[in-house]
């Protein structure tokens, strides 16, 4: 009777133990669906962003297709695409402003549309990073052009 | 002693249903990152493809993005897009194939770039859903031309 006492209290244990560790940061690299990439350049982010390239400019689709991993606090200078910018959310949880506009909160399934020629910046949330793909369309007329940064006062103003 | 015995065998028990449920294809749905949308028509997919639209066509960014979630079996008719297709699968496995070339599998993290006037077919693994965001550039040279279906044959040729 012991032995099976035992054995119970190992068993309940071990299931105790192999529960779903809970959610936290490290968990969304786990789950990303692209590696992190290289690194942004400091002149260009504030914080760690990791860009991943998936479709390098060309005269066929002249289309830049990537992935950014902003981490948590991690955002973009301000800067202008002269074509514009589509963005789609993966995963995580961020922000995106316009120029003269609130900011706006985005996260896993949104769909940020930035027009051609207009001042922006994206970034991941204070607590959770931001898994974004970036899509450039109409490449002809320029990819981007940065600006200055964002300051904490412009990033804590949502 | 027996009162004891009974608890630890009913947590025990609690324990071994509360594990994470074995992954099947129900639970791709469950972590997708958009909803399903809108059912396919029949005479351009085989089995069920869910189309969710996220960028619409317009003149500013001349560019359509979607996501489809193909289900296990599921794929498209043969067809063209005249200015190409890039397809960032999200989730899941699948196939590609581009008209005389062998059929590729697919699987989350893969870029497809079906150039410009090539005609393709895509789809979801016999046993696993797929889920794939489409970019259409240059919609101003057209978004699609569906031809006929693919074959039982041509679907098992991989």
């Known amino acids: 009777m012991n032995a099976i006492f035992i054995y119970i209290v190992a068993v309940a244990v071990m299931f105790t133990c192999c529960k779903e560790a809970p959610k936290n940061n490290l968990s969304v690299d ?3 669906i692209f590696p992190k ?12 962003a990791w860009n991943y390239g998936l479709v390098a400019n060309d005269t066929a ?3 830049l297709v990537g992935n950014v991993y ?4 991690a955002r973009t200078n301000w800067h202008i695409h002269p074509a514009g910018q589509i963005l789609v959310i ?18 896993k399934g949104s769909v940020v549309k930035c027009p051609p020629g207009v001042e922006h ?3 991941a949330s204070a607590d959770t990073g931001l898994h974004q793909l970036y899509i ?19 990033y804590k103003g949502h």
Do not use: M
């Open 61 to 63: 689709f002249t289309t």
């Open 30 to 32: 786990a789950k990303a």
């Open 136 to 154: 450039v369309p109409n490449t002809e007329k320029g990819i981007v052009v940065w600006n200055e940064k964002v300051t904490d006062e412009q």
């Open 37 to 48: 990439g290289q690194l942004g350049a400091t002149e260009n982010f504030t914080g760690n």
């Open 70 to 73: 902003f981490e948590p606090g």
């Open 121 to 123: 910046w994206h970034g």
């Open 90 to 107: 993966t995963d995580g949880v961020g922000y995106h402003q316009i120029r003269g506009q609130p900011v706006e909160s985005i996260r």
